[in-house]
């Protein structure tokens, strides 16, 4: 009986000292690859900065099935009812940099990159409804998965 308690009491520690072993870290996620959009959710501020509401289209998602492709030099937006739009882009840890056909900016944060899931934080510079411009500004949040 003595034999088979140290047998025992060697293998549960054997198994104990496995168990504790180092775990391999997880490799960085990477931004490139094609990331399919959930959902969008549109801030709406006043002039003075003030929250107005949220928005989210889901019939968009449902309907046109936006995606993203990021490749090392370039974004390409996809959906079923428009053209392809691609535009080359810039990297700065957490930003993302690019500009379309009129050549204006536009600076997006990535809010959470993960192996499976992507959000994009957007500053718009103002509120467009019904084709006019109102006072204030639009902040924007697209979640994407692959």
């Known amino acids: 009986m003595p034999r088979f308690l140290s047998s025992f009491s060697f293998l549960c520690l054997l198994l104990l000292a496995a168990a504790c072993g180092k775990d391999e870290p997880e490799p960085e996620p990477t931004l490139e690859g094609t990331w399919h ?3 969008h ?3 709406y501020y006043d002039e003075a900065g003030q929250f107005i509401r949220d928005y989210s289209d889901d019939a968009f998602i449902a309907r046109d099935a936006p995606s993203l492709v ?4 370039t974004l390409t937006f996809r959906n ?3 053209p392809d739009v691609s535009a080359a882009y810039t990297r700065d840890d957490n930003r993302l940099r690019y500009s ?3 050549q204006s900016y536009i600076t997006v ?3 959470e990159l993960t192996s499976k899931k992507l ?9 467009q409804v019904n084709s006019g411009v109102l006072p204030g500004h639009d902040e924007w949040d697209s979640y994407y998965t692959r």
């Open 119 to 127: 959000t994009l934080h957007y500053v718009g510079p103002y509120r």
């Open 70 to 73: 990021i490749t090392d030099k």
């Open 80 to 82: 079923k009812s428009f």
């Open 100 to 102: 379309f056909v009129d």
């Open 41 to 43: 959710v549109t801030h």
């Open 109 to 111: 944060t990535i809010t």
């Open 37 to 39: 959009q959930q959902s």
